[in-house]
């Protein structure tokens, strides 16, 4: 099954509960949180307060994707506050085990991200401990980005080490998700579609979401 995740980073945050509820009338199943510290990306988002007020809108996952430097420093915070899911990125994590064990101690799903710069090589060890695996098509930061190709085999990569050791993490893709991108990003094998621009950037994101899931659906059936 695919899933659309819209990021709120594009959202108009003066209305984001009318946002996000509109997002879910569209078939939105997750909603896609960037915290950002302005230190392992250069800029700065939000915080647990604004998860905890998320929390009061909405009844789907709320998925944290941690672009923080020492995120074990706030695993506990963002968990208390109604965070479902909390990914962590291999390049912040001194101790990625430790990391993933302390968001799964919170009875979060547990994700791991990699940068386009990072070989899925380097998370080998950790992903029979992961609810899913989170494959950056931009670098980190910023929404609006342009999809970067060379990605897509890394969805391919890990969707063939999946079957063949036997294992069940999901794999997301975020950055550049939009009608033109969605079809290659399905059909490499990712199930979980982060979008920004394209569900908050203009027009309706009820609709958006709609016109993504139906075009995500569509290249999901001729998937090899
Ligand atoms: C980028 C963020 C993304 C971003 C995606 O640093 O992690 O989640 O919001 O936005 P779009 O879909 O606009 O590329
Ligand atoms: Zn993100």
């Not at 979401?209 to 075009?215: D, F, T």
């Amino acid at each position: 099954m695919i899933e659309l995740a819209p990021s709120i980073l594009s959202a108009d945050f003066a209305r984001l509960g009318e946002q996000v509820r509109a997002a879910c009338e569209g078939g939105a199943s997750v909603i896609h949180v960037d915290i950002m510290d302005g230190h392992f990306v250069p800029n700065l988002t939000v915080g647990p307060p604004v998860v905890k007020s998320l929390r009061k809108v909405t009844k789907l996952p709320l998925d944290c994707h941690f672009m923080i430097e020492n995120p074990d420093d706030f695993i506990p915070a963002f968990a208390e506050s109604g965070a479902d899911w909390i990914s962590v990125h291999q390049e912040a994590c001194r101790h990625l085990n430790r990391s993933l064990n302390l968001i799964k101690s919170h009875e979060c799903q547990a994700g791991v991200v990699i940068n386009p710069a990072t070989p899925v090589d380097t998370i080998s060890e950790v992903l029979d401990i992961v609810d899913y695996v989170l494959v950056m098509s931009v670098n980190p930061g910023f929404g609006a980005q342009r999809f970067i190709p060379a990605v897509l085999h890394k969805i391919r990569q890990l969707a063939h080490i999946r079957s063949q050791r036997g294992l069940n993490y999901k794999i997301e893709v975020d950055g550049g998700v939009a009608l033109d991108t969605v079809a290659d990003v399905v059909r490499a094998g990712a199930e979980i579609l982060v979008a920004g621009n394209a569900v908050f950037g203009a027009g309706d994101p009820k609709r958006n979401v709609e016109g993504l899931l139906k075009a995500a659906t569509e290249a999901a059936m001729v998937r090899v």
